[in-house]
C-alpha cells in the first residue's frame, strides 16, 4: 500500500492584541470565544471558574458540536457515532442538544457495557491466576455489576451488597468481593476494602491502623463445596464476648458474637457523614471524564495528597448525598457543565491550567474502546485469546471488547495496547501511554491494512461518491473522525487524489489509513 504523509496537528493558537484566541475550526465552536469571566452552566461550573479567575488562568473555548459529539460517545458508550448520528446531531437546532444527547447517552445499554468494563478493571473480574475466580463466577459477577449499573442502583446499595453478601460465588455473585482478593487473611481483604470503595492504599496508613480495620474481615469463612470450583463466602461468628472494633474515622465501637463486622462496617462506611466514601466515588468518576481527579490519583488519596478544588469536591460529594447515592445525577452534572464541554486547546500557557481544568485532557483510547473503533470501521471482530482456558473458553468474534466479562480473555492487540492485567484493583494498571511499539503497529500492521481494504462502510462511502472525490473525502473523514475535513484538509486530500490516476481505491485507503494513524482518530479530545 502506498503511504501517505499526513500531518494532523493542532496548530499554535494565534492571539489578537487583547490576548483572545480566534476559534480553530474543527475543535473549537464558532461562538464560544472566552471572556474575561465565561458563563457559567452550573455550579460545578462557578466552583472551577473561580478558582482559575484567583490563579488568573483563562479557561478554554468551549468545544464545536463536532468534538462534543465524538468526545461525549467515547466517554459515556465507549463508541464511536454512526455517520448518521453525527449528521443528525450537527443538523439539530435546538439549544438544549447537547443536554439531550447526554440523556440519551446515559440511557443506551453501551452505557452499562462500557462502566461495567470499567467496574471489572477494579473488582478485579478474572478467572485465573492470580485471582482465580473461574468462569463460572466470572460470568456471574460480571452479569450482577451489569445488572446493577442497568438498573441505576444506588451506589450506597452497590457497595453494601458487595460487602456484607454471603453464600455460593456462583449463585450470590457479589461474594466474589472476597474471592477476587490475592489473598484472604483479613488485612487482604481491608487493602481491597480500601482502596476500592475508600480510595486509599492502606500500606500508607500506620500499622496500627491497618490492625484495627482488618479486625472488620477476621471472620470471613470460605468452604468448598462438591461443585467443580464452587466456593461459599460466609460469616464465621465468633465464639468469644463482645469485641472492641475502632473505624476508620477514630470512632470506638463493639462487636456482639451475633454481630457480622462486615455490616458494621458498611453502616459506618455507606453513612452520609463519612470522609470517604462518597469523596472516592465522585473523585472517580470526575477523573473518569475529566482525565485526571480532583484527588490525583483517585486510588491514592491521603493527607499530603489534598484536593486541587477542595469547594468542587464538596459539592460533588454533597449532591450525590442528596440524590440518595445516584451516580448518573453525577455523571450529568458533570458532562452537562461547561468545564467538561471546553476545548482541548487551553485557553493559558500556566502551569496549573490542566491540573485545575481550565480545558479537556486529551488522552489516548483505552485499548478495548480502540480495538473496538477499529473493527467498527473494518466490519470485523477481534480474535481473543486464554493462557490458561479452564474450562476451554470461546468468545465469539462478533463480541466486542468492552463487553469482555473475563480479565484472562484477551488478544495480542489489547495486550500491546495496555489493558490492565486486572491483579490490584489500582487505576494505573491499566497504561494508556503511546508507545513505539504501538506506532509501528499502526503504521505497518497487516491486520490494520485488511480492515481498511475490506471494511464495508468505506467501500459503500467510495461507491455511494459515484467518482465524486471531494464526496469520498468528505464520507471517509465522516466514518473515521466524525466530521467533515476542513476546507484546507480537503484541498491537500485532492491534490493526493489527483497524484493517483485512475487508482482512487488505493489511494482513498491511504487516506484511511492516515486519519486512522492520526492523534485525532487514537485519542478523545
Known sequence: MTRLVWVLLLAPLARDAAGVAPPLRPFESDDSVVTTRPAAVNRLDELVLAKLHERAIAPANLCSDEVFLRRAYLDVIGTLPEPAEVLRFLEDARPDKRALLIDALLERPEFSDYWTLKWCDLLRVKAEYPINLWPNAVQAYHRWIYVALRQNWPYDRFARALLTS????????????????????????????????????????????????????????????????????????????????????????????????????????????????????????????????????????????????????????????????????????????????????????????????????????????LADALCWIGGTGERYTSLIPEPATYIPEDERSIELADGSITSPFLEMFGRPARDTGLESERNNQPNDAQRLYLLNSTDVQKKIERSPRLRKAHADARGNRREIIRGMYLIILSRYPTDDELKQAEQYFGSGGARSREVANDLAWALINSKEFLCRH
Open 166 to 369: 454471603s453464600g455460593s460465588n456462583f449463585r450470590e455473585a457479589p461474594v466474589n468481593f472476597y474471592r477476587a482478593v490475592q489473598g484472604r487473611e483479613p488485612a487482604d481483604i481491608a487493602s481491597a476494602v480500601a482502596l476500592t470503595f475508600m480510595g486509599v492504599r492502606l500500606e500508607s496508613w500506620p500499622q496500627a491502623r491497618r490492625d484495627e480495620m482488618a479486625v472488620f474481615f477476621a471472620q470471613v469463612g470460605y468452604k468448598k463445596t462438591s461443585e467443580w470450583k464452587e466456593e461459599i463466602v460466609l460469616w464465621r461468628p465468633s465464639l468469644v464476648t463482645d469485641l472492641q472494633a475502632v473505624l476508620p474515622d477514630g470512632a470506638a465501637v463493639r462487636i456482639t458474637p451475633d454481630d457480622d463486622p462486615r455490616r458494621i462496617f458498611a453502616n459506618w462506611l455507606i453513612a452520609p457523614g463519612n470522609p470517604y466514601f462518597t469523596r472516592n466515588i465522585v473523585n472517580r468518576i470526575w477523573s473518569w471524564l475529566m482525565g485526571r481527579g480532583i484527588i490525583h490519583e483517585p486510588d491514592d488519596v491521603r493527607p499530603d495528597n489534598p484536593p486541587q478544588n477542595p469547594e468542587l469536591l464538596a459539592y460533588l460529594e454533597q449532591e450525590l448525598i442528596a440524590a440518595q447515592y445516584d451516580l448518573s445525577h453525577i455523571f450529568r452534572l458533570i458532562l452537562k457543565s461547561r468545564t467538561y464541554q471546553q476545548s482541548t486547546l487551553p485557553g493559558s500557557d500556566h502551569p496549573d491550567a490542566e491540573k485545575l481544568f481550565a480545558c479537556y485532557s486529551v488522552r489516548r483510547l483505552e485499548a478495548e474502546v
